[in-house]
């Protein structure tokens, strides 16, 4: 949809080439000046106005280098963050979806990356160190989409972790993997925050989402890891399959109940569902939509107007009231004095 309405043969011409999946490789040759049709992972218009998809390269992680953060003025970058993040850079350890590859994509996935890839322990703790000790960095965000995919490669981390001084890591986890030993090789490793995504803490649209999990290991995710001292980063969507007054007064409810830290309730995020294409939930809305085929450039709100029309059962009025009910909540509690600083290193240690 992208070449064919922004492409070469379009009046709104504006890019030529899309690179998916690794892009490292490909843009760097494109960069180059290489010929289109020697890009792997490429996909652009040939001589006929016809889509070529170049061979796709998975790449080694390891054989990938470090990105080099010294060609930037890091002071400058920090200082345009937020108080809670500054001295943040992103980092990367792995990339792909353990749960994607092995039971099928969650409803809103649109991950298309096959298999696990992950980079050695040893110098994912090497690279982390450096960043700390060098370049006086705070914090790694780690955007991979589970932290705790493999049990092995995260124990072996925790160990490597325990001998070197790291930056605090920022990660995601599911639910479902946060047991209370995974929860202490976290803390070992010297992860401060986890983003869990959540979603619900409603059984009534949970099964619908095809992640396997339910309410109770949401809540019981959420527990471990604040008896562990890291910060549970909670995300709810507002709008999912099936959601009605019920569910919505649920996610309220659990709200109301669990006993977060201030910072903790400055970490969660409250949002509407996105129906994005290539997921299992833009599938469904076309076979309703039809004249969403064809576009590249969508209109959020119309899509969340339709999507609930025809898969909640509850109206726009009723969840967006709900959602201001619950921010005035977040935010109140968001506000009252934490007696804790944010971490910012050296926070690791056996959890008992």
């Given at each position: 949809?992208?070449?064919?309405n ?50 796709v ?37 792995q ?27 040893a ?20 955007s ?7 049990g092995?490669w ?76 890291i ?33 903790s ?78 971490l ?9």
């Amino acid at each position: 949809e992208i070449l064919v309405n922004r492409g070469p043969a379009s009046e709104d011409h504006c890019v030529d080439a899309i690179v998916r999946y690794d892009g490292e490789h490909a843009l760097f040759e494109l960069a180059k000046g290489t010929p289109f049709s020697k890009i792997k992972n490429l996909v652009y218009l040939g001589e006929n106005g016809e889509v070529v998809e170049n061979p796709v390269e998975t790449l080694d992680l390891a054989g990938l280098p470090p990105a080099d953060y010294t060609l930037v003025d890091l002071k400058a970058y920090f200082r345009v963050q937020s108080p809670d993040s500054s001295g943040s850079v992103p980092f990367m350890s792995q990339r792909g979806c353990q749960w994607a590859e092995t039971y099928g994509r969650c409803m809103f996935c649109s991950i298309q990356y096959k298999g696990l890839r992950l980079l050695p322990p040893a110098e994912v703790i090497r690279r982390a160190s450096f960043l700390r000790k060098k370049l006086g960095v705070r914090y790694l965000f780690e955007s991979c989409d589970d932290f705790t995919a493999d049990g092995e490669w995260l124990k072996e981390l925790s160990g490597c972790s325990l001998k070197e001084e790291t930056p605090v890591w920022k990660v995601y986890a599911r639910a479902t993997n946060l047991s209370r030993s995974t929860v202490g090789l976290l803390k070992a490793a010297n992860v401060g925050y986890v983003s869990v995504g959540i979603e619900s803490f409603s059984d009534r649209v949970l099964p619908f989402l095809s992640k396997g999990v339910s309410s109770k290991t949401n809540r019981n995710a959420v527990s471990l890891l604040i008896g562990a001292g890291i910060i549970p980063r909670i995300l709810l969507i507002l709008g999912l399959p099936g959601e009605n007054q019920e569910s919505l007064a649920e996610n309220f409810a659990v709200l109301k109940a669990l006993r977060l830290t201030p910072e903790s309730w400055r970490n969660l995020q409250l949002t509407f569902f996105s129906v994005y294409p290539g997921t299992a939930a833009w599938a469904r809305l076309i076979k309703k939509e039809r004249k969403y085929l064809g576009m590249d450039i969508l209109d959020e709100d119309l899509l969340f107007y339709d999507w609930i029309r025809h898969f909640c059962k509850a109206d726009f009025r009723r969840i967006d009231y709900a959602r201001k009910e619950m921010e005035l909540y977040i935010s109140s509690m968001a506000r009252k004095k934490s007696l804790k600083k944010p971490l910012s290193g050296g926070a690791r240690g056996p959890y008992c």
